[in-house]
């Protein structure tokens, strides 16, 4: 495990030394607070005490901000030959994979926690304060986490493709694209409608939606561990694969 | 034995990069493993770390299997990869420390280890800065620190001079030879003399190949290594054909009308008996030289006309 934490501190240094971890929380809070409260369609206008434009918005901007995060986590080490340093270490492809998918997590709550702002906000604006739907926000920031999360280790996997950072990126917002609304395409094709219901449940979008009504269902809690463990361990071998 | 090959063969797309090569080092010995650019070396290395997966055969170090129990063989290892990978956000510090710490030291042991290392490899002014902005030489310092923080018993340097001032590559030299007094080391270079004045045995390696294995000293005296005579003469159209008699001659070569190149059989020294023709011949000599035998020429003939 400490191998694990070794890895996490040393990731989240890099992003912090670098521009990733301001530009990608400042895009985040700026883009969403954008909407919120200045473009047409605000809070202000429509005079609801709801934090629905986050959970709507949110995906969209994770889509591109999550592969922003993730490209470099191997494509890098492989382009500067350092994963040639990690792996000759006494430590596992699953302790590194770990490692930096957990700092990449990291990263996505430091960008989701701020809104936590607009929520006080919205809950001190409310007539009367604090008239908000708990339940619903709750399930959303978990469903919004949980899609941010699985977003992080489909990322992971696309940069152990790769030692080009812009061709993970595009695969990573590609694959993330396509596993939150592809499968919802596919189930509206006229000649799949015998099989629509399944094909949506494979998407990530249904369970989105299901958990931010407010109902935390242990099925969908189950779908986006699923999702995040099968990229994990497809990028463990991805790493055994390149000792052949 | 601390190094243990036996029966390594590697492919890589059809291509045989290392065709069943077998070579052991002792406790405490220095290696040189010397070939030309894309001999093996490196696959050989890599194969050792733990980093490559060969077709067949065997690798050990310390007696444990590096594919069986290669995270424990990771633990006896220290590897400076070719080209010397490090990250380069990193503050030399904090990349030793991170080194360590994979390595499993902490505390106080990883806090003296880093110290006494820096020390070692002389990195203390470098220490806080950025490793992007130090010089190759400081860079390369780095590399080998890293390699030997955990103390291993086991150094495994893939070329540790390229690319390094004649200053810098002594430095570094003087620095391997004296881990050599505690470690195993198994470094590999295409310079034979950096193999000369680091290694006391030689394995020479070419087209996947084993072409000798043996103590420089030897290799040497070997056959291949029969000393040259260079002779400039004063006048020219000397002659040699009193020489064929001589046990040690062999054969001669013009190089231009004045000089010549004596091939000679290692038994007997010629020199008296060029010094007699020249008087003999009233053809004063400007200069001769005794081009001993380096290993230079062993290197050339083995790989040259040995390797399959």
């Known amino acids: 495990m400490s191998a694990v934490l070794t890895l996490f501190q040393k990731e989240v240094q ?21 909407f919120f409260w200045l473009f047409p369609g605000n809070v202000l206008e429509t005079g609801a005490a709801q934090m629905d434009i986050l959970f709507e918005l949110g995906p969209w901007f994770f889509l591109f901000l999550i592969p922003a995060i993730t490209m470099r986590a191997f494509a890098e080490e492989y382009r500067n030959g350092t994963i040639e340093f990690l792996l ?13 998918y957990f700092a990449a997590v990291f990263l996505v709550l430091f960008a989701l ?10 809950i001190l604006l409310g007539n009367p304060v604090g008239n908000i739907d708990t339940g619903a926000t709750i399930g959303a920031y978990i469903g919004l986490a949980g899609l941010g999360f699985s977003f992080a280790a489909i990322g992971i996997l696309a940069s152990t493709f790769t030692d080009n950072q812009i061709v993970a990126f595009i695969s990573a917002l590609f694959l993330c694209f396509f596993m939150y609304t592809g499968f919802e395409f596919l189930s509206d094709l006229e000649y799949l409608t015998s099989i629509n219901e399944q094909l949506s ?13 407010g109902v935390v269902d242990i099925r969908d809690v189950f779908y986006f561990v699923t999702i995040i463990f099968i990229a994990l361990l497809l990028s463990q071998n991805r790493l055994k694969g390149k000792k052949k | 034995m601390s190094i243990l090959v036996k029966g390594l063969t590697k492919t890589y797309d059809g291509q045989k990069a290392l065709n069943n090569i077998s070579f052991e080092v002792k406790k405490g010995e220095i290696l040189g493993f010397l070939g030309p650019n894309g ?17 067949s055969g065997i690798a050990e170090i310390s007696g444990l299997s590096v594919f069986e129990k290669s995270l424990e063989v990771r633990k006896k290892i220290g590897y400076m990869p070719e080209h010397n990978p490090l990250y380069l956000d990193l503050y030399v510090h904090e990349f030793l420390k991170f080194a360590g710490k994979l390595c499993g030291l902490k505390g106080n042991d990883l806090m003296t280890r880093i110290k006494s290392v820096i020390e070692l490899t002389g990195l203390g002014p470098e220490q806080h800065k950025k490793i992007a902005m130090l010089s190759k030489g400081y860079r390369q310092r780095t590399g080998l620190a890293q390699a030997i923080l955990h103390n291993p018993e086991v150094l495994i340097l893939d070329e540790p001079t390229t690319g390094l001032d004649p200053n810098q590559i002594l430095e570094i030299r003087s620095l391997i030879r004296d ?5 195993t080391i198994l470094f590999s270079s295409h310079i034979l003399s950096e193999v000369e004045a680091i290694a006391e045995r030689v394995v020479i390696i070419n087209k996947g190949n084993i072409l000798a294995d043996d103590q420089i000293n030897h290799l040497k005296q070997s056959e291949n290594a029969s000393p040259i005579l260079i002779l400039h003469m004063e006048k020219p159209g000397f002659d040699f054909s009193s020489f064929v008699q001589i046990p040690g ?3 001669v070569e013009q190089v231009n009308p004045l000089e010549f190149k004596l091939y000679t059989t290692g038994a007997v020294d010629l020199r008296k008996a060029v010094m007699e023709a020249s008087i003999q011949q009233d053809n004063p000599i400007r200069s001769m030289t005794l081009e001993s035998s380096s290993l230079e020429t062993v290197f050339r003939e083995l790989t040259q006309s040995g390797g399959k």
């Open chain 2, 179 to 183: 881990l050599g007094k505690e470690k």
């Open chain 1, 14 to 34: 890099s992003f912090f030394n670098g521009l990733i971890a301001y530009l990608v929380m400042a895009v985040f809070l700026i883009g969403i607070g954008l």
């Open chain 2, 249 to 251: 001659f062999d054969r």
């Open chain 1, 113 to 122: 926690i701020p809104t936590l702002i607009y929520l006080i906000t919205i």
């Open chain 1, 88 to 100: 000759t270490k006494p430590v596992t492809e699953w302790q590194i994979v770990l490692g930096k």
């Open chain 1, 201 to 213: 449940a494979i998407g990530m979008l249904a369970h989105y939606r299901s958990v931010s009504r």
């Open chain 2, 39 to 55: 001999a093996g070396k490196t696959t050989t290395m890599k194969i050792l770390c733990g980093y490559l997966l060969p077709d």
